[in-house]
């Protein structure tokens, strides 16, 4: 299957973003879905793992769903700020556990 | 908190073998938690996973590269290795390694990346 996400997305300081990724086959549900935040020249962190869990010093403003009607895992992130200016994937994997990620989306925040 | 680096040549020439090494510090190798993976990064593009060991030695690959790629496994100097064979142009990216949970197939922890350049 593949995930696909949009190339790139632009907000405003202080509003909310929505970062989707959508499941091409095999429902959303079935394994669990991370994502990753790279700032340019670093490798990527984790922001959300397991569908929408936050790991400890991710500020609260991130934030993550699933939803099976549209076969789509969400990144959402609040209060937007200048720092949270990067490329984000989302990551899932397949039946024989063989990883799977999505394209990547650059969040601008102008 | 563990620590990961990777090493090895930053240009290979093509038809060549491509040979990387990651060094995993602050942790043990032998938590069977744990899947040692590797992921790749082109220029300006996105991720793409190409494998992983763990256990004893147990691999899983990309189909896409399956027939290229050996990863292996030396837990007594906490390494893990890589070798692509018969590389071209397009096998010129950023290499990643990284530590995942068995259970849940999240990366917790990577390495800053090694650029590899194939090249004449």
């Known amino acids: 299957f593949m995930l696909t996400q949009p190339h790139s997305v632009s907000e405003s300081p202080g509003k909310t973003v929505t970062i989707s990724c959508t499941r091409s086959s095999g429902s959303i549900a079935n394994n669990f879905v991370h994502w990753y935040q790279q700032r340019p020249g670093s490798a990527p962190t984790t922001v959300m793992f397991?569908?929408?869990?936050?790991p400890s010093g991710v500020p609260d403003r991130f934030s993550g769903s699933i939803d099976s009607s549209s076969n789509s895992a969400s990144l959402i992130i609040s209060g937007l700020k200048t720092e949270d200016e990067a490329d984000y994937y989302c990551?899932?994997?397949?039946?024989?556990?063989?990883?799977?990620f999505g394209g990547g989306t650059k969040l601008t925040v102008l | 908190q563990v620590h990961l680096q990777e090493s090895g040549p930053g240009l290979v020439k093509p038809s060549q073998t491509l040979s990387l090494t990651c060094n995993v510090s602050?942790?043990?190798?032998?938590?069977?938690?744990?899947?040692w993976t590797w992921i790749r990064q082109p220029a300006g593009k996105g991720l793409e996973w190409i494998g992983r060991?763990?256990?004893?030695?147990?691999?899983n690959y990309n189909t896409s590269l399956k027939s290229r790629v050996t990863i292996s496994l030396d837990t007594s100097r906490n390494q893990f290795s890589l070798r692509l064979t018969s590389v071209t142009a397009a096998d010129t990216a950023l290499y990643y390694c990284a530590r995942s949970h068995s259970g849940n197939l999240h990366a917790d922890s990577w390495g800053r990346g090694t650029l590899v350049t194939v090249s004449a």
């Open positions: 602050g942790g043990s190798m032998n938590s069977g938690s744990f899947y």
């Open positions: 397991e569908d929408a869990q936050r």
């Open positions: 990551q899932s994997y397949d039946d024989d556990n063989h990883w799977v």
């Open positions: 060991i763990y256990g004893h030695g147990n691999t």
